[in-house]
């Protein structure tokens, strides 16, 4: 389900404007948001963490994901400044371009989970330069945990967003990371619906019975999950 990621482009990095268009898109559904990402790591996501795991939240936006998985150290990247004030106290912030050089020693992170941000980035340039940093910034073995709109799936109301650039399938991002040092381990097509913007909302029971149901991914799902080891 989309966030509100800005770790952003050269497109738009101005702050003042990331801080603008997230506010406007999501400020309004900040509990439902929450309450969402809690229900989707608890089912499905935290299976990916390990308890001590060191965990970056690339494009982290609000914090819904990284304020609430557990795991030993918890590492936000995003340029919005509104960022640093809906952050959990154990949660440090890099406040810069995800594209530029990442201050984290190589090989010191478990996993890199991103929801929603590649399709941010200004093209395929920034994604190759993200994918090497973050190759260099797992230990061998770790994981990158991707999603995304699928634009296959969403070619028209993919433009509905004035902030998307990259467009994306699960191919095409599987081959950007096998083609710099990832190894794709688990690939789905179709995982969650596109968008919670201007949608409904959902009640907790009816996400989780989603999310134990892949069939039914395969008939709502939107977006693509990318599962990837570093080599």
Request: hydrophobic residues 40%.
């Amino acid at each position: 389900m989309p966030r509100c990621p800005s770790s952003m482009s050269e497109s738009i990095k101005d702050p003042r404007e990331l801080q603008s268009i997230y506010e406007r898109r999501f400020k309004r559904r900040a509990a439902y948001r929450n309450r969402l990402w809690r229900v989707l790591n608890d089912s499905f996501f935290q299976k990916f963490v390990a308890a001590d795991a060191t965990v970056l939240d690339l494009g982290c936006g609000y914090g819904e994901f990284i304020n609430q998985i557990r795991c030993g150290k918890k590492l936000g990247m995003d340029l919005n400044p509104q960022s640093r004030l809906h952050l959990a106290p154990d949660v440090e912030l890099l406040a810069q371009d995800c594209s530029r050089p990442w201050p984290i020693a190589d090989a010191s992170l478990d996993l890199i989970f991103t929801s929603n941000f590649f399709e941010h980035l200004p093209d395929k340039l920034a994604l190759r330069t993200t994918v090497i940093e973050a190759g260099r910034c797992l230990r061998p073995g770790g994981r990158l945990v991707a999603l995304g709109p699928n634009i296959k799936y969403v070619p028209g109301a993919y433009w509905d967003f004035w902030d998307h650039f990259l467009c994306l399938t699960e191919l095409s991002l599987g081959e950007a990371l096998e083609n710099n040092g990832f190894r794709v381990v688990e690939s789905h097509p179709r995982f969650l619906p596109y968008t919670t913007v201007h949608a409904m909302e959902f009640p907790d029971i009816l996400v989780r019975l989603y999310l134990s149901l892949p069939p039914l991914w395969r008939i709502f799902g939107k977006q693509f999950l990318v599962v990837a080891e570093r080599t």
